[in-house]
């Protein structure tokens, strides 16, 4: 038994686009990178965001985990990697989009997505690890996300 479950379909499809026997087929698949390398969009996150926000403004904060997490990742993209925030800074931003401003600061440090240091607010640099319930909160295209965020220039640079 396959441990990627479409792995013959995609093996299938191979020989119908290449003329290939299954065994060629399937070796050139294998050979190839894998395909979680492949960045999806993950929808549930999206629908998730469309359902809690009106254009700009958060309706609620979500109580379930997975919802909440992609949430907060769109919010997120209200900052800039590289950039530091005093925490006044951070609430303005977040008060733009809920009034629960403590809350969504606090999500945000303990997802790790936001860095906290001496009253100073950094987003982070790297992927957080995550242990694997956490992992299921999270958006699955998290390091897209992640990467898709605006860097900070200072002016003139």
Request: no cysteine; charged share 30%.
């Amino acid at each position: 038994m396959t441990t990627d479950a479409d792995l013959k379909a995609r093996v299938r499809e191979r020989m119908t686009r290449t003329g290939e026997n299954y065994t060629t087929a399937r070796a050139a698949l294998l050979a190839s990178p894998p395909r979680a390398l492949v960045v999806e969009t993950d929808l549930a996150a999206d629908r998730a965001v469309a359902s809690f926000f009106d254009g700009d403004r958060l309706r609620s904060i979500p109580t379930r985990r997975r919802p909440r997490a992609a949430v907060l990742m769109h919010l997120l993209r209200r900052f800039e990697r590289g950039r530091e925030y005093a925490e006044r800074e951070v609430n303005a931003i977040l008060a733009t989009a809920h009034e629960d401003v403590a809350s969504l600061r606090r999500e945000l440090v303990d997802y790790r997505w936001l860095n906290r240091a001496d009253g100073v607010y950094r987003v982070t640099d790297a992927v957080p690890e995550r242990f694997p319930n956490e992992a299921q909160e999270v958006p699955t295209d998290e390091v897209a996300r992640l990467a898709a965020l605006p860097r900070w220039t200072p002016h003139g640079g």
